[in-house]
Structures are given as C-alpha cells and as structure tokens.
C-alpha cells in the first residue's frame, strides 16, 4: 500500500468512526504515522481529503457500473435482485471490518456526504436512477412498473436500515426471511 492509499485508509476509518467535524488534520496526521509534511503532499486540507474518500471508498463502487452492460444483458427482475444481493452481502463485512459502530456508522458518513458534497448528491441520485430504469425495464417487468422497481430498492436498502438499527442481526437471516 503507498502513501496516499494508507492515508485514504487511515482517514476512511476516522471519518467513519468520529464524523467529518469531530476528525481533525492532526488526529489523521498521527494516526497514519506520516510526518505532516509527507500528508501535505498528497492533500491540501481536511475537505480535499475527505471529498477524496468519499470517492474513493463510497462513489467508487457507484461510478464503477456498467448500465450499458447490464441493459443489453436483457436481464429479469430476479437477475437483477441477486446482483444487488450479491453487492450487499460483499459491501456489508467490508464496512463492518472498518468500524466498530456497525451499518449506523456508514449511514451517519453517507448522509454527511450527501449534505458536505453536492456531487456525491449528484453520483447518488444518477445511480438510483439508472438501478430504478434497469428493474423498470427488465424483461419480465412487462408493465414497466415503477412500483416493482421501488420495491426491490426499498427491500436492500431496508436490510442495511435495519443492520445500522440493530447491529446483531445477521443478514443471511434477513435475507431468508425477505425471500
């Protein structure tokens, strides 16, 4: 891992864990073991940083879908479901590893980024579209309904509302009680 990637790392498991305003340059700076000057080097201030890890850890996997792919891929409401679980049940123990606080914590970061970070609004809001087009259109989704596609989003969404609520609940378990 370089420089710039155990900084990223580093400040990732800050942010997550203390919030954007109760994390400052220094507890970074002494964290990463860097000197200050190697951090400086990399990034200017606490916001530039902190845009670069919400890019990096959060809009990464959001900006990495190819919708082209999956559109012509002419796939069925339930092809679609399991790509979504397959992502939540890979994105779900990363995030765990990270921080103590469990899903809560993630939640509290995504939607302090949504409020610090008008383009991370913007990625999100393209990508909920794109996912709502994708079931809307799927090939057994024959009425196009809307409906069917804010169901299936509102289901695994739900899961990880409900793993940030209670963090003891075992998500296989919800997946077979959701089936």
């Known amino acids: ?89 890979g994105f779900i123990p990363q995030i765990l590893s990270i921080t103590e606080n469990g899903m809560s914590a993630y939640y509290i970061m995504y939607f302090e980024a949504f409020t610090i970070l008008p383009h991370f609004k913007e990625e999100i809001n393209k990508f909920y579209t794109h996912l709502e087009y994708l079931l809307t259109h799927a090939k057994d989704n024959t009425e196009k309904s809307k409906k069917i596609a804010t169901q299936i989003i509102a289901k695994y969404e739900g899961i990880l509302f409900l793993l940030a609520i209670n963090p003891a609940t075992n998500i296989q378990t919800l997946l077979k009680q959701i089936k």
């Open 1 to 89: 891992m370089d420089t710039k990637e155990k900084i990223l790392l580093v400040s990732y498991q800050l942010f997550i864990n203390k919030g954007f305003h109760n994390t400052s340059m220094q507890q970074m700076v002494e964290a990463s073991g860097f000197s200050k000057g190697a951090f400086y080097h990399h990034f200017k201030n606490k916001n530039e940083l902190y845009k670069e890890v919400i890019d990096h850890y959060f809009l990464q996997f959001y900006q990495s879908v190819d919708w082209n792919m999956y559109s012509k891929a002419e796939l069925t409401l339930k092809n679609i479901e399991e790509k979504i679980q397959d992502f939540y049940l």
